[in-house]
């Protein structure tokens, strides 16, 4: 395994490298009418509510 | 003790700013309750199941929310107030006030036994549907965006999502937590690879 600095890491993240990272920009003002739109897509998948229906796995 | 009504004028009275803001999430919020109560769970209509969303009580959620995140504000320099603590407050306050309510009083109301009772899926829904929605709504506002590619093998994070939003509405239903631990929740939760929780398009991967 190879180690890396932080600051080395932020770079990379930054630069794209681990696409699941996400640095997001916390001082923008929130759009509500996104979150609407955003409710409505994942409430229409039609496996969305599968998980109510799913078997915990304990705990 | 300061009332609700000092807090009220303090923060909107003579800010626009948050006066829209106030005006934007409570049309958020009931736009997305008449979308939920609208739609199916498995076979069932929610909207058989439970009655209307009580937008007065959203209001106050809304108010009680957005007073808590703007005194929060008033000790920390911050420009805008972020996604996790929106998702947060209205969370905590919502599932005070639960604007959502069963339509049926009785197991017999609803056709079923006692037994088959706590099995069913409209029992589920008829308990928990104030943390189902509030769970979808968590889902929208601090979800992630279709760009971002899941690292994770689909099948095993399916199980892994499934198993946490199971445990996440139990927690919110019946253990105690206040707004600041859930929005920390929240931030660790949107952390990769744990961050595929709130994937909204798993499809991608």
Same mark, same amino acid.
């Given at each position: 395994?190879?180690?890396?600095?932080?600051?080395?890491?932020?770079?990379?993240?930054?630069?794209?490298?681990?696409?699941?990272?996400?640095?997001?920009?916390?001082?923008?003002?929130?759009?509500?009418?996104?979150?609407?739109?955003?409710?409505?897509?994942?409430?229409?998948?039609?496996?969305?509510?599968?998980?109510?229906?799913?078997?915990?796995?304990?705990? | 003790?300061?009332?609700? %009504?000092?807090? &009220? /004028?303090?923060?909107?009275?003579? +800010? !626009?700013? *948050?006066?829209?803001?106030?005006?934007?999430?409570?049309?958020?919020?009931?736009?997305?309750?008449?979308?939920?109560?609208?739609?199916? %769970?498995?076979? &069932? /209509?929610?909207?058989?199941?439970? +009655? !209307?969303? *009580?937008?007065?009580?959203?209001?106050?959620?809304?108010?009680?929310?957005?007073?808590?995140?703007?005194?929060?504000?008033?000790?920390?320099?911050?420009?805008?107030?972020?996604?996790?603590?929106?998702?947060?407050?209205?969370?905590?306050?919502?599932?005070?006030?639960?604007?959502?309510?069963?339509?049926?009083?009785?197991?017999?109301?609803?056709?079923?036994?006692?037994?088959?009772?706590?099995?069913?899926?409209?029992?589920?829904?008829?308990?928990?549907?104030?943390?189902?929605?509030?769970?979808?709504?968590?889902?929208?506002?601090?979800?992630?965006?279709?760009?971002?590619?899941?690292?994770?093998?689909?099948?095993?994070?399916?199980?892994?999502?499934?198993?946490?939003?199971?445990?996440?509405?139990?927690?919110?239903?019946?253990?105690?937590?206040?707004?600041?631990?859930?929005?920390?929740?929240?931030?660790?939760?949107?952390?990769?690879?744990?961050?595929?929780?709130?994937?909204?398009?798993?499809?991608?991967?």
């Amino acid at each position: 395994m190879e180690y890396i600095s932080t600051n080395e890491f932020i770079k990379q993240i930054t630069e794209g490298k681990y696409p699941c990272v996400v640095l997001e920009n916390d001082d923008e003002e929130i759009e509500f009418e996104k979150i609407t739109e955003n409710f409505k897509e994942i409430t229409s998948q039609e496996n969305h509510y599968d998980y109510l229906f799913a078997k915990q796995q304990g705990g | 003790m300061k009332r609700k %009504i000092d807090n &009220y /004028k303090k923060y909107f009275n003579d +800010s !626009p700013q *948050n006066v829209e803001r106030l005006r934007k999430l409570t049309d958020s919020l009931k736009e997305q309750s008449y979308i939920f109560y609208n739609n199916n %769970i498995g076979d &069932y /209509k929610i909207s058989d199941l439970i +009655s !209307p969303p *009580n937008e007065m009580l959203i209001h106050e959620v809304v108010i009680n929310a957005m007073i808590d995140i703007l005194r929060i504000a008033d000790f920390h320099p911050v420009q805008n107030p972020t996604r996790y603590k929106y998702a947060a407050y209205v969370s905590y306050w919502w599932l005070r006030m639960k604007p959502l309510y069963p339509l049926v009083h009785t197991e017999k109301d609803a056709g079923l036994t006692a037994e088959e009772t706590i099995k069913t899926v409209p029992y589920t829904i008829m308990t928990s549907v104030n943390e189902i929605f509030v769970t979808d709504f968590i889902r929208a506002t601090v979800g992630r965006q279709k760009e971002y590619k899941p690292c994770i093998h689909y099948k095993k994070i399916t199980d892994n999502v499934n198993d946490f939003l199971g445990s996440f509405i139990y927690f919110l239903q019946y253990r105690d937590f206040t707004a600041k631990q859930l929005e920390l929740v929240l931030k660790a939760v949107n952390i990769c690879p744990i961050a595929h929780i709130l994937d909204i398009h798993p499809d991608s991967c």
